[in-house]
C-alpha cells in the first residue's frame, strides 16, 4: 500500500529525491516519515511530517534533506541534497493511518540509496 520510488547510486555531494506513494485505501493519516536502515544497524529515523504539516528531522540530515507532501498526488517526499557516503542505507517509508478498519504504522518495502565517495 505504500510505494517508495527515486532510489538509487549517486557520487557524494549529489542529490536524490524519493517518493513514496500512498493508496488510496488508507485515511485518517497522523503521520507521515521515511526512516533508513544500513547494513549491520538498526532502522534509524530520517525526518517526519505530520497531518497538520509540522515537519522533525534528525541531526544527521537536518539542513540537507527536506521531507514534504504532495495531497494531490498523495505522496510523501525526501528531497536528499548534498549527500554524504554514510547516507547510503535502504530508506523506508512509513505512514501511521488507518487502512480500512485497522489503525497502525504501515511500511513501503523500501529503496536503496548508494552514495559514493
Known amino acids: 500500500q505504500l510505494v517508495e520510488s527515486g532510489g538509487g547510486l549517486v557520487q557524494a555531494g549529489g542529490s536524490l529525491r524519493l517518493s513514496c506513494a500512498i493508496s488510496?485505501?488508507?485515511?485518517?493519516?497522523?503521520?507521515m516519515g521515511w526512516h533508513r536502515q544500513a547494513p549491520g544497524q538498526q532502522r534509524e529515523l530520517v525526518a517526519t511530517?505530520?497531518?497538520?504539516?509540522?515537519?522533525s528531522y534528525s541531526d544527521s540530515v537536518k539542513g540537507r534533506f527536506t521531507i514534504s507532501r504532495d495531497n494531490t498526488k498523495n505522496t510523501v517526499d525526501l528531497q536528499m541534497n548534498s549527500l554524504k557516503p554514510e547516507d547510503t542505507a535502504v530508506y523506508y517509508c512509513?505512514?501511521?493511518?488507518?487502512?480500512?478498519?485497522?489503525?497502525?504504522?504501515?511500511w513501503g518495502q523500501g529503496t536503496q540509496v548508494t552514495v559514493s565517495s
Open positions: 488510496r485505501s488508507m485515511h485518517s493519516i497522523r503521520s
Open positions: 511530517i505530520t497531518n497538520s504539516g509540522s515537519t
Open positions: 512509513k505512514v501511521n493511518g488507518i487502512r480500512g478498519f485497522r489503525p497502525g504504522d504501515y
